[in-house]
Structures are given as C-alpha cells and as structure tokens.
C-alpha cells in the first residue's frame, strides 16, 4: 500500500460514511457483486483522478471487486473528503490513495504524477487534468494505454479539442453525455449539492434574496430551479440565445452580467467559461455581495482582478473571504473560486451520483472488452449502457412503467394510418 492521505486515524469515520452512501447506491451494488463473479477487470491497472468522496470510495470498490488494480488522486485541490480517502487506503487491497484534502497546486500535480507511476492500462479522469498531463509530459507510457472514461463537461470538452487536434493517443469515453448522467448528476446533483454549499458556508437565507446564475446549461437550470424552490428571485445570465429563451419561458428573469451585477445579492457561475464575472462586474456590485463558482475550473470568477481591486482581504468565515473594495464596499467569496458543492459540502448526493458511476463502471468494462476494435477519439456511453442505467435505478427506487401492446407498437411503425 502506497497512499499519501492526511491522516490514517480518520479511516474509521471515512468507513462508515462510505457504508452511508453505499445504501443509496443500488445499481453500483448491483453491478458490483457481477463483478465479484465475473471478474471483468482481472489485471487491469487504473489510474483515477476523481473528487475523492464517499461516492467515488464505492465506485473504486466496484472496479476493485473486478479484479482492477486503482490508483487514484483528486480531481480538485479542495474537494477530498480526508476520511474517505484514509478508509480507502487503510481498507482496500490494490488500492493506493493520494489526496489530501487543500494541497497546494504542486502536490495536486505530484499526485497525479504519482497515480501514473503505477503504467496505467486504462484513465479514469474528472476534468481531463490527468490526460493532460500524460499527452504532455508521459508521452512515452501513452502506448500502454487501451482507453479511458472522462466524467465531466468540461473534461470533455478538453477531450475532444484534443481529438480535432490529432493529439488524443487513445479511445476515451465521455461518460457526460450519457442521458443518465447529464440529465441528473448535472441538474439535480448541482442543483441541490451548490445551493448546499452555498448555505452551509454561510448560511444565509435564500427566501426574498436575489441569486444570479451565471450560465443555464444543465447544471444552471439545476442550480436556478432549486434557488427558486428555496424563494429566491432567480436571475439567469446566459450568452447563447436558446438556453436564455428555455430561461424566460420558465419565469427566470434574464439579463446581461453587467445588470445583473448591480441586483444580484448570490452570484453562482456555472458556465464552463472563463473570466464569467470580473472587474466591471465588482465595481457594480451591492455591499455584501456573495460570489460562488460550481463549475469545473476556478477560472470562472477573477479572483486576481478581485484581489487587485480589493484594499484588504479576510477570512470572515470557513469558506468565505471578504474582500474590502477602495470605497469601503464589502464582496464575498466563497471556496476561493472553486466548486463550491465540493469544497464546502459533500458533493452531488449518493442516490444521484449511482447513475453517474455505474456508467463509469460499466464504460470500463466495454473498454476492457473491445479495446481492440476502438479508434484514438471521444466516444459517447453505448446506448444499451445508458438504457440499462435507467432500467435499474428504477427497479432500484421501487418504480414499475408501462410497456406497449403489440397494437401500440405496430402503430408506431406504421405511416399509413392517419386519421
Ligand atoms: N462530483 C460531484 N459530486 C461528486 C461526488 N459526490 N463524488 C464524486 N464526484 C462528484
């Protein structure tokens, strides 16, 4: 066992947490014991850079159950749970841990570094850091590789400039564009976990108080939907005119960032984009203001600008940073920018993040077996994964559906029959 975890002591809580999750992860649990038979994975070395949450401790015990040998890191700075990442260490053989809950951005990188020392056959990424990192500097181990999953839209994204590029070295699957995932995980796990994370690092009341979104992606309407269902007046910021439309035909009141600066008391970013709020929107803002980012990267919101603007700088509270602007103006933020559902609460639930990785483990598994037949570019979640998903999670919540009759069906097939 090689970890660098902060402290072996905490296991015991992580383990029990890990235990709370796993209750609400049914499907995982299901495809889990299949691998403890079937051992898919035998011999396969993966390398993980994922936020190292409960949930994620149940998807490594699903790989592991396999026959994978896991090594795995953060996908963020701020977003390991210290207790999961000991229980994981201290409890799983073929399982090495290196995460350590606010290290700095040179041990974030020694640690992914670290992962790849064990030769990965396959990458498991959150945010395609790791991937990055292996095209630029690990060129030489790129042959070893028979594929990988990558979790997130920003991820992806990165993933498939590579692919245009000629530069992605091997097949990857984008397990955010399965239906089962980005459908929920991105609506509902933001929507509750940001607003989560949002009250628990300050506890401010969102009923009456204006909360602007920045982006309505489907993170955004998660984000907007739950704000609202709190009382919140919610504003939308949007620069693409569809979402902005879905956005006003569902009530929100939509308006460019730089209005929006001067009303808004909560700000949220969750656009995938850079520099979403900056200077002339700082200069614009109440006294008070509360700024959040819940998207993958903390370029979202300008913090230099912020701190070039600001005359001092305090921490006021565990996750909030006051900054003191020229004219006496106080503006907050809150996880230094950095996803806020991770950094000051625990993520996206359980329940939600089952879907999610039960792709992932099912991705790894059709990886493993068709590696050979696979191309060096992005490919999407085979729809009878996806499909399969959503059968279980039903079946798992206690929910039957209708099926059709042979008549409906033969309908639907059919062009003749009008009216
Ligand atoms: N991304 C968002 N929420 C998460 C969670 N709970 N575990 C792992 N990755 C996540």
Same mark, same amino acid.
């Given at each position: 066992m090689d970890c660098d975890v902060?402290?072996?002591?905490?296991a015991e809580a992580g383990r029990t947490r890990i235990e709370w999750a796993d209750q609400e992860m049914r499907v995982l649990a299901l495809i889990r014991e299949r691998f403890e038979k079937e051992?898919?994975?035998? /011999?396969i070395r993966i390398a993980a850079c994922l936020h190292v949450t409960t949930e994620t401790a149940n998807l490594i015990r699903t790989l592991v159950a396999g026959g994978a040998d896991v090594a795995l890191c953060a996908?963020?700075?701020?977003?390991?749970q210290d207790d999961t990442a000991a229980a994981l260490c201290e409890d799983l053989d073929g399982v090495d841990v290196y995460a350590i809950k606010g290290e700095d951005n040179e041990t974030y990188y020694r640690h992914i570094n670290q992962v790849l020392d064990h030769h990965p056959h396959l990458t498991m990424d959150d945010g395609c850091d790791l991937v990055t990192l292996l095209h630029r500097e690990r060129k030489a181990q790129l042959a070893e590789l028979l594929g990988g999953t990558e979790e997130t839209t920003t991820g992806v994204i990165r993933l498939r400039a590579m692919a245009e590029q000629g530069i992605l070295a091997y097949p990857v699957v984008a397990i955010n564009d399965a239906n089962t995932k980005h459908l929920f995980d991105n609506r509902f796990g933001t929507g509750q976990s940001t607003v989560d994370g949002v009250i628990r690092a300050t506890n401010l009341l969102l009923a009456g108080r204006t909360v602007v979104i920045g982006g309505y992606g489907m993170c955004g309407r998660g984000v907007a939907s739950r704000a609202r269902g709190m009382g919140a007046r919610v504003i939308v910021t949007e620069v693409d005119p569809l979402p902005a439309l879905e956005a006003a035909m569902e009530g929100y009141e939509v308006m460019p960032m730089r209005e929006a600066a001067r009303v808004g008391e909560v700000f949220v970013t969750v656009t995938g984009d850079t520099g979403v709020l900056r200077r002339e929107h700082f200069e614009a803002m109440r006294d008070g203001a509360v700024m959040a980012n819940s998207g993958h990267f903390d370029v979202e919101i300008d913090k230099l600008g912020l701190a070039e603007l600001a005359t001092s700088v305090r921490r006021?509270?565990?996750f909030v940073e006051e900054y003191t602007l020229p004219d006496g103006r106080r503006l907050n933020l809150l996880?230094? /920018?950095?996803l806020i559902n991770l950094a000051a609460a625990e993520g996206h639930p359980a329940a939600v993040m089952d879907m999610s990785f039960a792709n992932q483990a099912l991705s790894v598994e059709w990886v493993v077996q068709n590696h050979e037949e696979l191309e060096a570019r992005v490919y999407g979640v085979p729809d009878e994964i996806d499909r399969d998903v959503a059968r279980l999670k039903l079946a798992a919540m206690g929910l039957a559906i209708d099926s059709l009759s042979a008549e409906q069906t033969a309908y639907l097939n059919s062009w003749e029959q009008g009216t």
């Open positions: 902060k402290d072996l002591g905490l051992r898919p994975l035998d /011999g996908s963020n700075p701020l977003s390991t006021v509270r565990e996880g230094e /920018g950095r």
